[in-house]
């Protein structure tokens, strides 16, 4: 069994919890109100600012230059592609650009990012994969779940499905899971320990995000 395999099967109650989030559910219904869609997007917008500096991580920690060059392509496609359709697609929702410039990370995507960026740091190629890979595999999965639901046909939430169901973005996954198998093989039972309690994590994290979209959960105001 490959580690990929492993952490899905050690971890399948959480990792389906995800999937399972009234979030994703109501998504897919089509029923989501959009008030919910437009808190998400606006914190997932801060939120991939950070995640592509785990992309720019994992170029500095490569030690294979096709796979240094691979991060340094997705670091560029989401800082100037990704981004700039995120904008536009806000648009569709009445976010304006200021709106997202201007906007504060909520305590779980600060703490979120912040935990990422932390471990990513703190190791090697094979700690920054394992905190990156959580959102991006079960985004591709929750994308591919979606595909002839109700919501593949709404008018807001439509490219979103799309998106993240699309061949492109599944090849990009399949590429950061089959390399993560890589790096992962011949690690010690510590080491596998140490990555699976990260991606758990990171995972954990997930759950996290959609719940703070969905209750709209943001900073206490203090008197």
């Not at 600012?49 to 991060?71: M, P, S």
Request: charged share 15%; proline share 4%; with cysteine.
């Amino acid at each position: 069994m490959q580690f990929s395999d492993q952490l899905i099967t050690e971890l399948k109650p959480v990792w389906q919890a995800n999937h399972n989030h009234p979030f994703v559910k109501e998504l897919a219904a089509g029923t989501l109100p959009v008030s919910k869609f437009k808190f998400y997007m606006v914190q997932d917008y801060l939120y991939l600012i950070d995640y592509a500096k785990l992309f720019a991580l994992g170029a500095a920690k490569a030690n294979d230059l096709a796979v240094e060059a691979k991060f340094a392509e997705l670091l560029s496609e989401t800082l100037n592609t990704e981004m700039a359709l995120h904008r536009q697609y806000a648009q569709q929702f009445d976010i304006s650009e200021a709106e997202l410039t201007n906007a504060e990370p909520t305590p779980t995507t600060l703490s979120y990012t912040n935990y990422m960026l932390s471990v990513a740091q703190s190791g090697g190629l094979d700690k920054v994969l394992v905190a990156l890979l959580p959102c991006m595999w079960s985004y591709n999965q929750i994308g591919k779940q979606l595909v002839g639901t109700p919501g593949a046909n709404h008018p807001l939430y439509a490219n979103w499905v799309e998106m993240y169901s699309d061949d492109d973005y599944t090849a990009l996954t399949d590429w950061t899971i089959g390399l993560l198998n890589q790096v992962a093989a011949g690690k010690n039972e510590f080491e596998i320990k140490e990555l699976t309690n990260i991606f758990l994590n990171t995972t954990r994290y997930e759950y996290l995000f959609w719940t703070m979209a969905y209750d709209h959960q943001t900073w206490p105001t203090i008197k």
